[in-house]
């Protein structure tokens, strides 16, 4: 076994965070192989002689994830086996990662910025990443140290994740006040965990409700009381769970197409441009899929005038609905 470990799970800010300097610190690429031996977070459970397809489909999961921050992740082919995924080369070009040469800042907004980069220096560079840095230069592969460190996005998981991990390992039934899109009353569920993932960057828990005798998604950011344990235990559910609820959620979010127009050279086309699954038509318009209607439409408001939705009619209301009421907060 490569890379095993007996220490707990990696956060998976930190396995994001790792991978993210991982890809920065190569001008060659990493291969699949040379990311899963040697990035924190996947180095733990590499298998060299083993079954990695667990981990691959993390993998792909985890490069969406990054795609959706705005970063951009380019995939080279290797020239002497076109076509063949598993050689495929992963990097991150520095140049469309750091901030363009034109950026001034401040002297007080340097004075800030070092502060944060005096924080994020040792995690950025951590022992891990060094050691990670000695074994990708013993494969072979070209590494360029980062100099300074590279402050990611931190996301915070849900307040709800905790509590529902550990009633997910003891298999206790928990209930918790849920408030579902459109409806201005949250109602109490009662539910018994089967699985928790994490699908395009959000946190959902798979559950079944006995009250309505069927299995239903919950996405963590909507539950909006405390998660108390009942003390009611429930027989462990069959394997295959996690993957169940991802191949539910990719499903919908399959279903769902949004078409948008965008502002070249902005943020929202950086980040929307890089989803995963977005596509761009002949007049240069993007296509998107997306899960949850109420979700996007915020995540669309968000991004102001850089974007007009062309369809569906019910996006397009939604997100406007929310910029008018932007307008009318400020008066």
Do not use: C
């Amino acid at each position: 076994m490569s890379g095993a470990s007996t220490s707990g799970a990696v956060p998976i800010e930190e396995r994001l965070f790792s991978l993210v300097l991982a890809l920065l610190a190569t001008d060659s690429g990493l291969t699949k192989s040379d990311i899963l031996s040697t990035v924190r977070g996947y180095s733990q459970r590499y298998s060299a002689a083993g079954d990695n397809a667990n981990l691959e489909r993390q993998f792909e999961r985890d490069k969406d994830d990054i795609r959706e921050l705005g970063i951009p992740i380019d995939t080279i082919d290797s020239p002497g086996d076109p076509g063949n995924n598993q050689n495929l080369r992963y990097r991150i070009s520095r140049g469309d990662y750091e901030l363009p040469a034109d950026i001034r800042f401040s002297p007080d907004e340097t004075a800030l910025l070092n502060l944060a980069a005096m924080v994020w220096r040792e995690g950025s560079l951590s022992a891990e990443s060094r050691r990670a840095i000695v074994k990708l230069r013993a494969l072979g592969v070209a590494v360029t140290e980062p100099v300074l460190g590279y402050a990611p996005r931190v996301r915070v998981r849900d307040a709800a994740f905790e509590p529902l991990s550990i009633a997910l390992e003891k298999r206790q039934v928990v209930q918790f006040d849920y408030l579902k899109p459109g409806e201005s009353d949250s109602r109490q569920r009662t539910v018994a965990p089967l699985a928790l993932v994490q699908h395009q960057g959000r946190w959902h828990l798979y559950a079944d409700e006995p009250n309505s005798g069927s299995t239903r998604t919950f996405l963590l950011r909507r539950i909006v009381s405390p998660v108390s344990i009942t003390g009611k235990s429930f027989p462990a559910p069959p394997p295959g769970q996690s993957d169940r609820a991802l191949a539910e959620l990719d499903d919908v979010w399959n279903s769902h197409l949004a078409l948008v127009e965008v502002e070249q050279g902005t943020d929202a086309a950086a980040r929307l441009g890089n989803r995963r699954g977005t596509t761009v038509t002949a007049d240069g318009a993007l296509e998107l899929h997306y899960s949850d209607l109420n979700i996007v439409a915020d995540e669309l408001a968000g991004y102001g005038p850089e974007v007009l939705v062309l369809a569906p009619q019910e996006l397009r209301d939604a997100v406007r609905t929310r910029l008018a009421r932007a307008a009318a907060d400020h008066g």
